[in-house]
């Protein structure tokens, strides 16, 4: 209906003020290509399973739903009650997995390497939020969704794991490397306001 | 869009769930035994009633958990989620789920 879509201009348009440091008015996105990427199943409520994962990654594990844990190297996602996400740096998923299996030995878990089916979307800059909200029905007000809070929803049509680097907002999204092209595109589409500036990482 | 309480994740909006149709549906241990009717009744009869429904939902781009949820078919109104294993919780609607369920 046409009637709805109509909306009246502000009675007062704020005019930027000249004195304003400047700011980044383009999205920052960019892919961490190659990021170690592990899977890990098990029973969170065994202490064994948790004191020896923690003493591997040196990093707390996440057992409060949509949470993080963050180490000096590597970062936990809550991914459900027995399943989590370790993103780690490059090239470090052989050996993470490794010592993983190790240290679990007896224990009844699983650890699967799959940073060959994921990729991490960097984003960045004033308007991440409101790119992000319109592919993404989370609330991610800075009340409801900070740093350290995880969440798996979807970007439009693809399931991707979102958790918040810095409160700049500074995001990062686990999104599925087949996946990729797709979330890119919707992210082209979504930044046709504010500019999208890419962003290479070593 | 509706705005589903997933017992892990909390309130998420419904286009990251599935519905997977009616819960709480137990599996006849003695399968071996059952007559075609009563196997058939177990695998295909579902009841599709006009008011508070017990249903399974998955949180699919969440937690990927399946969890109850007591919804309402004429309002949509979802009265209660709870974990699978869990009793249902005294919710408005319990009664005449709990009936259509006997």
Not at chain 1, 94 to 122: E, F, M, N, P, W
Not at chain 1, 125 to 143: E, I, W, Y
Not at chain 2, 42 to 51: A, E, H, S, T
């Amino acid at each position: 209906m046409p009637e709805v879509l109509q909306r009246k201009a502000e009675p007062a348009i704020r005019r930027p003020v000249a004195s304003a440091a400047p700011v980044t008015r383009s999205l920052l996105a960019g892919w961490r290509e190659g990021l170690c990427i592990v899977n890990l199943r098990g029973n969170a409520e065994d202490t064994a399973f948790r004191q020896a994962v923690e003493s591997v990654l040196d990093a707390p594990l996440p057992v409060k739903p949509c949470t993080t844990g963050e180490g000096s190297a590597v970062r936990v996602l809550w991914a459900g009650p027995d399943d989590w996400f370790i993103v780690g740096p490059k090239g470090q998923a052989d050996a993470l997995a490794t010592r993983l299996r190790k240290a679990l030995a007896g224990q009844h878990h699983a650890v699967t390497d799959v940073s060959s089916g994921y990729t991490v979307l960097h984003l960045s800059g004033t308007p991440a939020r409101d790119v992000l909200a319109q592919g993404c029905p989370l609330d991610l007000h800075p009340r409801a969704f900070a740093r350290g809070a995880c969440a798996g929803s979807h970007f439009f049509k693809a399931g991707v794991w979102l958790w918040q680097t810095d409160d700049a907002p500074e995001y990062e999204l686990l999104v599925r490397r087949s996946f990729a092209g797709y979330v890119w595109l919707m992210l082209e589409r979504a930044t046709a306001e504010c500019g999208l500036v890419t962003r290479r990482f070593a | 869009m509706l705005q589903i309480d997933c017992p892990w994740c909390g309130p998420r909006a419904e286009s990251e769930f599935s519905c997977g149709g009616e819960g709480g549906i137990v599996r006849p241990p003695n399968s071996e035994s059952l007559t075609d009717a009563e196997w058939g009744d177990y695998v295909f009869m579902r009841k599709n009633p006009k008011g508070v429904h017990h249903e399974q939902w998955r949180h699919a781009s969440g937690c990927g958990r399946w969890f109850n949820v007591l919804r309402d078919t004429v309002s949509y109104r979802i009265h209660a989620t709870w974990r699978i294993g869990e009793a249902m919780p005294d919710a408005e609607g319990q009664a005449a789920a709990s009936r259509s369920n006997a």
